[in-house]
C-alpha cells in the first residue's frame, strides 16, 4: 500500500528539523556576538542575586540574633519579622518582573538573532 505524503517542508529532514553542527556551536561560543550576550545576562544577573542572597541572609541573622528588633509591632499584631518576611515575597517578585523586562529587551532580541543565523547557516 503505497501513500503519496508530501516530501517535509524545506530546511527539515523525515525526522525534524536540521540542526546545527557542533562546529557551528562552538562557532558561536566564541563569538563576540554570544559574549556580548553572555555579559548582558551577567550583568543583570549576578548583581540581583548576590543583593537578594544578602537580604535574605540579613532577614535570617535577624530573626536569629535580633528578636527584640523583629518582636517589634507595627500594627496591631503585626511585626518587624512579619512585615520583613513578606518583604521577602514582594521582592522576589519584584526581581522575576525586572528579569522578564530585561530579558524581552535585551536578551531575547540577541538570542533570537544568533538563533536565526545558525538555522539559516544549518
Known amino acids: 500500500m503505497a501513500t503519496d505524503a508530501p516530501p517535509p517542508p524545506e530546511g527539515t529532514s523525515p525526522t525534524g528539523p536540521v540542526q546545527p553542527t557542533t562546529e557551528a556551536f562552538v562557532a558561536v561560543q566564541s563569538s563576540q556576538e554570544f559574549a556580548d550576550l553572555r555579559r548582558s545576562f551577567r550583568s543583570f544577573a549576578f548583581p540581583l542575586t548576590i543583593g537578594f542572597v544578602t537580604w535574605y541572609l540579613l532577614y535570617v541573622l535577624l530573626c536569629n540574633y535580633a528578636g527584640g528588633f523583629m518582636a517589634t509591632k507595627v500594627v496591631g499584631n ?45
Not at 81 to 103: D, K, N, P
Open 78 to 122: 503585626i511585626n518587624m519579622a512579619l512585615v520583613l518576611g513578606l518583604a521577602q515575597f514582594a521582592t522576589t517578585f519584584l526581581i522575576a518582573w525586572l528579569y522578564s523586562r530585561h530579558a524581552a529587551g535585551k536578551l531575547d532580541p540577541k538570542a533570537e538573532a544568533i538563533k536565526s543565523r545558525m538555522e539559516a547557516d544549518a
